[in-house]
């Protein structure tokens, strides 16, 4: 899967208002997303904690995919964090004020993972 084919989905995401940061994280490898400094996080070190932390999320992840599980939300203090699954070694994770209004955001988010679910069956 091309880094830079995914780079340009996650982006165009970055570009909605209210998405403060988003990778596409991969279990035991190497996440994907736009520089930090693109993000509009107040507290960048809460991206860092979720990138150091993947792999611990990709283990629950596994206990209940079996189980139908499609899409992970929680809040952490003034954020809140979408993880819309891709598979059960993939998830595209969003961080986004507590507060918004999520009904177009998760419309984005859906849309861009079925674009990235294009792209890795194509081999992209």
Known sequence: ???ETMLSVLEDLLKEEDVLAIMLARKNEISVSPPPDKFKL???S???????TMNEFFVVIE?????????IYFELGEYELMFFLIGGDTALVSIIPALANKGLLEVEMENARLKIRELIQKGV
Request: proline share 5%; net charge positive.
């Open 63 to 71: 206990k209940f995919s079996s189980q139908g599980l499609d899409k």
């Open 42 to 44: 107040k507290n960048p």
């Open 46 to 52: 809460i991206f860092s904690l979720l990138q150091s």
């Open 1 to 3: 899967m091309s880094e």
